[in-house]
């Protein structure tokens, strides 16, 4: 039986190599003064910029007492479920760099789908307004020494074309201290060589490290590593679900979380309390009900702020909606108090995975009978 554990499979324990631990302690000890160090991961897919940015967080923390991670990789994040740009405050070390977790971030949008690819501008515009949110916050001129933030900024593995300039522009705005530039045998698929990035005549400093991917063949050679992707997003959707309940209840299998979810208690949302707005598609006025119906939305706070882009508290499944009461019923597992906060549905392309949906006894526990156009 499939278990709800977010272990990749097929995943050796990870090897440290030398030429990595020597970048990760020049990013963490090289700067002796403040600020702390800013540190972009950059490289082609799976070639291990998540592993690595794991790996130097730990090191980071041997030095400061906690460390910021600005996760811009939407498909793969890091301690969020898909479809997040998040900043994540890191104070504990990471035991097992094979297991991602989830946390719950300090700051969080979310975007509503796996790759930047259908609105670049507005996924640009969330991690510029993260990334300013962790400047305003976290590296004022007053701080103590004792209280600085180091950042470390983990991206996507899309850098070819388009893929390529939103990366450009990202570094060109966080303009950071370490740019940690992972590379693969295959050239084609790197990154070009040097400060890429900068234009000609770039006056700042600017420290670029060269690394090889440790994954390696058996001619000593790094290679990408091939994961099945949808698989494990569903699994940190799941795994994200699971937190409903406690964490002493058996629940150990899919078949079991799905039987859960099924037979949980919905919240009771008023209708006429919130708002629903589509990210990346137009839907007729006639069929938001029917389109929100037993989906995954993001749960979000409206504000005048941030450039109209609303936080995000967590995750959400519409259980079901019933027109006639004007209720729309929820499940998730963002506490209450929170939940009260929450005026602004945000419904993307993360979807409920196919296995949630497939309960005994029940042809889709998610779907409601009395769910009627919008009048």
Same mark, same amino acid.
């Given at each position: +039986? ?22 990760? @302690?020049?990013?963490?000890?090289? *700067? ?13 897919? !799976?070639? #291990? ?21 600005? /996760? ?18 890191? @104070? ?26 259908? /609105? ?28 600085? +933030?180091?950042?470390?900024? !983990? ?7 388009? #893929? ?6 990202? &570094?060109?705005?966080?303009?950071? %201290? $370490?740019?940690?530039?992972? !590379? ?6 790197? &990154? ?6 900068? /234009? ?23 290679? =990408? ?26 629940? %150990? %299998? ?9 037979? $949980? ?12 707005? $589509? ?18 939305? #993001? ?32 499940? *998730? ?9 929450? @005026? ?6 993360? $979807?409920?995975?196919?296995?949630? =949906?497939?309960?005994? #006894?029940? +042809?889709?526990?998610? +779907? ?8």
């Amino acid at each position: +039986m499939a278990s709800i554990t977010e272990r990749e499979e097929a995943t050796p324990s990870i090897y440290i190599s030398e030429e990595w631990s020597e970048a990760a @302690d020049s990013v963490a000890y090289d *700067s002796t003064t403040s600020p702390p160090p800013i540190a972009l991961v950059c490289g082609p897919k !799976n070639c #291990g910029k998540t592993t690595f940015s794991r790996y130097l967080l730990n090191i980071l923390l041997q030095r400061y007492k906690r460390v910021g991670y600005l /996760d811009t990789d939407v498909g793969q994040p890091e301690f969020t479920t898909p479809g997040f740009l998040s900043l994540t405050v890191v @104070d504990k070390l990471t035991p097992d760099l094979t297991i991602p977790c989830l946390k719950t971030p300090e700051r969080c949008f979310f975007f509503g789908d796996v790759s930047s690819k259908r /609105d670049p501008t507005a996924y640009l515009k969330c991690i510029f307004t993260l990334y300013d949110y962790y400047r305003k916050e976290y590296c004022k001129s007053d701080s103590p020494v004792e209280n600085e +933030m180091p950042l470390v900024v !983990n991206t996507h593995g899309w850098v070819k074309g388009v #893929g390529y300039d939103i990366l450009v522009d990202m &570094l060109r705005h966080i303009a950071p %201290t $370490h740019v940690v530039k992972i !590379n693969t045998t295959s050239e084609r698929k790197n &990154l070009p060589g040097g400060k890429f990035w900068l /234009d000609e005549g770039y006056g700042g400093q600017v420290n670029l490290i060269d690394i090889n991917s440790t994954r390696q063949d058996s001619f000593n050679r790094s290679v =990408l590593i091939q994961k099945d992707a949808r698989l494990l997003r569903d699994l940190r959707i799941m795994a994200y679900f699971r937190q409903c309940f406690p964490s002493n209840l058996n629940i %150990t %299998t899919i078949k079991e979380l799905a039987n859960a979810l099924a037979s $949980h208690p919905p919240y009771q949302v008023p209708i006429s309390s919130i708002k629903i707005r $589509h990210l990346h598609s137009q839907v007729p006025h006639t069929e938001v009900f029917y389109s929100l119906n037993a989906s995954i939305v #993001g749960l979000a706070v409206s504000s005048k702020q941030s450039e109209n882009i609303p936080w995000c508290v967590g995750l959400g499944i519409v259980r079901g909606i019933d027109t006639f009461k004007g209720l729309l019923y929820l499940i *998730s597992p963002v506490p209450p108090i929170l939940l009260e906060k929450v @005026d602004l549905l945000l419904q993307g392309f993360i $979807h409920i995975p196919t296995c949630l =949906l497939q309960v005994q #006894g029940c +042809m889709s526990p998610y +779907m409601s009978g009395n769910v009627l156009a919008t009048s």
